[in-house]
């Protein structure tokens, strides 16, 4: 007979999954700028966190120029992670993100398919091409219920919304 783990029922993690905002086209895909609407994309779901942003909140940044402008709304610190650029898979944003089991609470900034792809595995159980669109934010959650362990879908806002 094994050990059963034993679990903290009020355990949790939330987990911020913010698409970079609308930006430019142009040849080198790190250095697209966000454009004056996602610009103020940028600033108008930044508000939007700032005043529901959960407790030790930590950022990490895509090395993309549009998603560290995006990131820059905030006005908090952040850090940026090479390994969530654009061409991220869903192992490595899992492993930036520490998920399921960091401490506290955070906010991936990156870019599509991945962030969408790790949506689907975090609430479905497997990857698939799910949209979130320019400037939107999905906010999941994992506890542990019973010994089980479960994935919250809190929100998911596009910035549309909140205009």
């Given at each position: ?6 679990f ?13 905002a609308?930006?430019?086209d ?7 700028r ?16 700032l005043?529901?942003?959960p ?16 990131a ?8 940026t992670?090479?390994?969530i650029?654009p ?7 899992i ?6 089991t960091a ?14 792809r ?14 979130i669109?320019k ?5 999941l959650?994992?506890?542990v219920r019973?010994?089980e362990a479960?994935?919250v879908?809190r ?9």
């Open positions: 007979m094994g050990i059963l783990p034993v903290d029922e009020r355990a949790s993690m939330e987990l911020l999954l913010w698409r970079h609308e930006a430019e142009g040849e080198d895909d790190l250095k697209r966000l454009t004056s609407r996602g610009e103020k994309q940028a600033r108008t779901m930044a508000a939007w966190i005043a529901h942003q407790k030790d909140l930590r950022v990490i940044v895509s090395p993309s120029v549009r998603t560290q402008q995006t820059e709304a905030l006005k908090l610190p952040f850090v992670n090479r390994k650029g061409d991220a898979c869903v192992s490595e944003l492993a930036a993100s520490g998920w399921p401490q506290g609470s955070v906010l991936i900034v990156g870019h599509q398919p991945g962030l969408g790790m949506a689907s595995l975090l609430l479905a159980g497997h990857e698939a091409e799910w949209s669109k400037g939107a934010l999905w906010w959650s994992n506890r019973r010994g479960q994935t879908l929100a998911v806002i596009p910035v549309e919304m909140l205009d």
